[in-house]
C-alpha cells in the first residue's frame, strides 16, 4: 500500500464470486468516489494481486470457489499476515460468529465482518469502509444480538444504557460514535463502559479493537 497522502482516494479490492454483486458493489465504489482497484471472483493468488493493486482495503465474501465453505476467511487470514496494512472487510450471507472471531483475534484492528444485507446503504457500507481502512473495527450489528442473546446472564445485571453502550462498544465504535448514537456525552460513555467491564470481571484496554476482542471473548465463553 502507498504511503499516503490523505488526499489519496481510497483503493479497494473486490472478490466476490457472484458477478450481479460484484458489479453493484463496483458502482456503489463509484459513487462512494473510491478507485476499483480489482474485483475478481475468486481468492487464487491473493496476495500478489492485492499487493500490485495497492489496495487500503480488500472486501472479500466468506464463501468462495471452489468449495464455497470458508475460503474468503482463509483468504482475508493470509492477507492479515502477509499484508497487515491492507484493512479486511469480510461479507458474508449468515451470521456466523465464529468466523467474526476467527477475523477479529489476529492483529490489532483494521478489519470488520458485516452482513451482505448491509451493502444496500451505502452510508452504512462506506462508513464501513472507511473505519476499516483507519484500523478500525466493524463487527455487524446482528451478530453482536446473538452473541448478546446468547448470553443472558451476568448481563442481566447491566442498565438499559449499558446494555445500548456494550452492543455499540462489541460493534467496533469509539466512545465519540457511541456517545453521538445514544445522544449523550463522551463521559457519560466512559462511565457506562467502566460499569460493564466491572460487572462482566472485563479488564479495561486502551483500544477499540482490543476491547472488542475482550467482549466478545466473554460473549462467547461456554
Given at each position: 500500500?502507498a ?21 453493484g458493489?463496483v ?152 456517545a ?43
Amino acid at each position: 500500500m502507498a504511503s499516503g497522502s490523505e488526499s489519496r482516494p481510497v483503493r479497494v479490492v473486490l472478490i466476490e464470486d457472484s458477478v450481479l454483486l460484484r458489479e453493484g458493489l463496483v458502482r456503489l465504489f463509484d459513487e462512494a468516489g473510491y478507485v476499483t482497484a480489482g474485483a475478481w471472483g475468486d481468492a487464487d493468488d491473493i496476495v500478489p494481486r492485492v499487493r500490485d493493486a495497492d489496495a487500503d482495503v480488500a472486501i472479500l465474501d466468506v464463501r468462495l470457489p471452489p468449495a464455497f465453505r470458508d475460503e474468503g476467511i482463509r483468504a482475508a487470514l493470509t492477507l492479515r499476515a502477509a499484508l497487515p496494512q491492507v484493512g479486511i472487510l469480510v461479507l458474508s450471507q449468515y451470521v456466523e460468529g465464529v468466523y467474526a472471531r476467527e477475523l477479529l483475534a489476529g492483529g490489532d484492528g483494521g478489519v470488520g465482518y458485516l452482513l451482505k444485507d448491509r451493502v444496500t446503504s451505502l452510508e452504512e457500507f462506506t462508513d464501513a469502509v472507511r473505519r476499516v481502512r483507519e484500523r478500525g473495527t466493524v463487527l455487524d450489528p446482528l451478530v453482536v444480538q446473538g452473541l448478546i442473546a446468547a448470553r443472558p446472564d451476568p448481563l442481566g445485571t447491566l442498565t438499559p444504557r449499558e446494555r445500548d453502550v456494550l452492543t455499540l462498544m462489541a460493534e467496533g465504535r469509539s466512545n465519540a460514535s457511541i456517545a453521538e448514537r445514544l445522544f449523550i456525552g463522551v463521559g457519560a460513555v466512559e462511565k457506562n463502559i467502566s460499569a460493564i467491564f466491572a460487572k462482566l470481571g472485563l479488564e479495561e484496554s486502551g483500544t477499540e479493537h482490543r476491547r472488542v476482542l475482550a467482549v466478545l471473548a466473554f460473549l462467547q465463553r461456554p
